[in-house]
């Protein structure tokens, strides 16, 4: 029997995008570290673990300044979980912004990541866009080349399908283990996907079919980016929804943060929320999507979708 979500605590990602200064290419300073080190202390208060980056985040800086907070605290490494993303490239000089998972490519764009976050290895590596000419097996090469020397230790994507899943995962004798995809009470297509089958207003809806269903079957973990919505329902003056997630926040003792967190965890499918805000208070503001089971009801939760997408089901 598959185990109720409603019935057990929650896990949460902490997105590191927001530190390390500006999206430029200028030094961080000592109170970019300053920052980086609140944050990551206040995710660990709420009981967040692991920690989500990207190559490109901040022009490497969100890596660099994450290194330097694990080099400033002796034994954090051994007690996180250290996710990083590969295959996109910024726009540089006259070169438009682009995709590359080419071998060569994510060799080298892992060991330059590991030297900024100074560590000997992540736990998890994910394949963070689409790149339409890679060449699948020359890309499974260069993963199992670095899961054999104990640079990466699991794989995974982000922004894919199943049937890009499936591809891929057809060269490769290492697992895919993750699927990190955009998911919140805001970006509801991967819920509405499922409802509006034979519908008119589903020719509308941007998510893949069958990609909830197809990592469900695999155990693929859903980690669900801009799980928060960017904060537009924690303010109860956003609408009908906001304020529903005001009253059921007051009504629970918890946060809104807590609220529209659980309204991801509460679905069968595992979704494992991804909060990237930087400011310490909200991320603190999430602890009870850690330590609490969903407390949202099939009633409740089915209010607050109704209220977010402002009209009633089909």
Known sequence: MTEDPAARGGRLVYGCMGLGGGWDTLPYGAADVARAEAAVEAALDAGITAFDHADIYRYGKSEAVFGEVLSRAPGLRDRITLQTKVGIRLPEADRPGLYDLRGPSVLRRVEESLARLRTDAVDVLLL???????????????????????????????????????????????????????????????????????????????????????????????????????????????????????????????????????????????????????????????????????????????????????????
């Open 128 to 314: 963070h866009r689409p790149d339409p000419l890679a060449d699948p097996e020359e890309l499974a090469e260069a993963l199992v080349s670095l899961h054999r020397q104990g640079l990466v230790r699991r794989f995974g994507v982000s922004n894919m399908n199943a049937a890009q899943i499936a591809r891929l995962q057809s060269f490769l004798d290492v697992p895919l283990t993750v699927d990190q995809l955009e998911m919140s009470l805001h970006r509801r297509d991967w819920v509405e996907e499922a409802v509006l089958v034979n519908t008119p207003a589903g020719a509308g809806v941007g998510f893949p079919s069958g990609t909830v269903e197809y990592c469900g079957e695999r155990g693929i973990e859903l980690q669900a980016w801009g799980a928060l919505a960017g904060g537009r329902f924690s303010d109860p003056q956003a609408g009908p929804a906001g304020a529903l997630v005001a009253r059921l926040a007051e009504a629970k003792g918890t946060t809104p943060e807590a609220v529209v967190l659980w309204w991801l965890q509460r679905h069968p499918a595992g979704i494992v929320p991804v909060v990237g805000t930087s400011r310490p208070e909200r991320i603190r503001a999430c602890r009870d999507a850690v330590g609490r089971a969903p407390g949202l009801d099939h009633e409740e939760w089915y209010a607050l979708w109704t209220a977010a997408r402002g009209a009633p089901l089909p």
